[in-house]
């Protein structure tokens, strides 16, 4: 599966969530992307 392919899944996932879950999403993305921050720091 490409990266175009993996973003548009995600894209049409997303888009199908209700308010509530997509919030929840939200929070757990930022999480997820925040310690990747953190642990590629030096």
């Known amino acids: ?3 175009d392919e993996i973003k548009l899944q995600i ?3 997303v888009d199908t969530l209700d308010a509530t879950k997509l ?4 929070g757990v993305l930022l999480n ?4 990747k921050k953190e642990t590629t720091k030096g």
């Open 11 to 13: 894209f049409r996932q």
């Open 1 to 3: 599966m490409s990266t």
């Open 32 to 35: 997820y992307v925040n310690s």
């Open 23 to 26: 919030k929840e999403f939200y």
